[in-house]
């Protein structure tokens, strides 16, 4: 089918197409792959910002693993310009509001650029909000790991390895998930509460349930004053992270720390569509969305990557790109056709 939109003129390039992806990262990428290869047109927006941008390497990809993540992008967009550039195009500007408009939804860029599209599919990442404890942000991402799969294999065979059981780990049963995970990563593990003396209990009786043990975990509930980077190398050679503590006890070295911290989703997007979110303290105020087209609570507006979901990675923001953008296809060509459009997948 071709495209529901007039032919754009050439020269500056597009201000109008079938879709509007706010995002150009690997969710707004699988999104226009799956518009392109249905011919519909859409425009890519990037501020050139990638959640794992201060990563060096991105782990978990089948065929891209200890990639650079700025090659990935690169790669990403030259691969689906080369393939379909006669329906996809980008736009490295900073989108400052989106509104509901007559048929459709208008973006404006920084520069006052007005956008039109039929469908606005929200890939637009998400921030993430660091523990307010000194240093935790200067360690954020190179010794503290939101993730022990993307990250804390190369520190792996340390003496010792901590999970910081707050926030999203502050739960017994996902601090003792993360201990799991880092246990393979390092000789002991800590778990550290934070001075909340019950969920310390309750993590020590999770080592015991059924007869279990503790094995090389422990816990810790001294409160933390602040985290002290060491460096990215090996424990060994000197790397890792020190946790001082505000009874000004011995402080601990650890060779990698495990904490996700609160994310928010990225642009004023959320507040300018009315969209509803996960409440705080669920989903850390996700938007909310319905399977299976990742469809939101308005009408015509998808969201596909971390800022709708729980397992924020590269691989789950792809599948919900590839998905959003077949869920925006389909009701593009069902409005065309006057059908009733619903979301079932076969
Ligand atoms: C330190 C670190 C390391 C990580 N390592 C891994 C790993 O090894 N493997 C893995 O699977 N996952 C990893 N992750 C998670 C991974 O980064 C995310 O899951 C993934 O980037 C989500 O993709 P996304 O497309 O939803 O968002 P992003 O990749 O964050 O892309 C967001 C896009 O939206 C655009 N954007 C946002 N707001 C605007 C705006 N107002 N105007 C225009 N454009 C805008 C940005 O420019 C960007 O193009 C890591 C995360 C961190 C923090």
Redesign the pocket.
């Known amino acids: 089918m071709s495209s529901l939109l007039p032919p754009v003129p050439p020269g500056t390039g597009p201000t109008t197409a079938n879709v509007l992806i706010?995002?150009?990262?690997?969710?707004?990428?699988?999104a226009a792959l799956t518009l392109a290869r249905q011919q519909h047109s859409a425009i890519?927006?990037?501020?050139?910002?990638?959640?794992?941008?201060?990563?060096e390497?991105?782990?978990?990809?089948p065929g891209l693993d200890g990639a650079r993540?700025s090659n990935f992008?690169q790669a990403a967009r030259s691969n689906v310009l080369q393939n379909y550039g006669e329906h996809i195009s980008f736009r490295d500007?900073?989108?400052?509001s989106v509104q509901r408009v007559a048929g459709g939804f208008a973006a404006v860029?920084a520069a006052g650029v007005a956008y039109f599209g039929h469908k606005l599919i929200l890939?637009?990442?998400?921030e993430?909000l660091p523990l307010p404890i000194d240093g935790y942000a200067a360690c954020?991402?190179?010794v503290i790991?939101?993730?022990l799969?993307?990250?804390g294999y190369e520190q792996r065979g340390g003496a010792s390895a901590g999970v910081l059981a707050i926030d999203s780990f502050g739960r017994a049963p996902v601090a003792l998930h993360m201990a799991r995970q880092a246990s393979s990563l390092a000789r002991t593990v800590t778990i550290y509460t934070n001075g909340a003396g019950a969920l310390a209990a309750e993590i020590e009786a999770g080592f015991c349930r059924a007869g279990g043990s503790a094995g090389i975990m422990r816990v810790d509930n001294r409160v933390i004053r602040r985290f002290v980077f060491l460096g990215e190398q090996e424990q060994a050679q000197g790397g890792g992270i020190r946790l001082e503590f505000v009874d000004n006890s011995l402080p601990a070295d650890e060779a990698f720390l495990a904490h996700a911290p609160k994310t928010r989703p990225?642009?004023?997007?959320v507040s300018q569509l009315g969209l509803e979110t996960l409440p705080p303290g669920d989903n850390d105020g996700d938007i909310k969305v319905e399977l299976p087209y990742y469809q939101t609570s308005v009408s015509g507006v998808f969201a596909?990557?971390?800022?709708c979901s729980k397992m924020?990675?590269?691989?789950?923001?792809m599948l919900?790109?590839n998905v959003a953008g077949m869920g925006a296809a389909s009701q593009i060509v069902a409005e065309q056709l006057g059908q009733v459009y619903t979301a079932e997948l076969m």
């Open positions: 706010i995002g150009a990262g690997p969710a707004g990428i699988a890519l927006f990037g501020d050139g910002v990638y959640r794992n941008g201060r990563a390497q991105m782990h978990l990809i993540p992008s500007v900073t989108v400052f860029d890939a637009s990442g998400v993430d954020f991402g190179s790991f939101h993730c799969l993307c990250k990225r642009g004023p997007f596909a990557g971390d800022n924020k990675s590269v691989a789950h923001a919900s790109g």
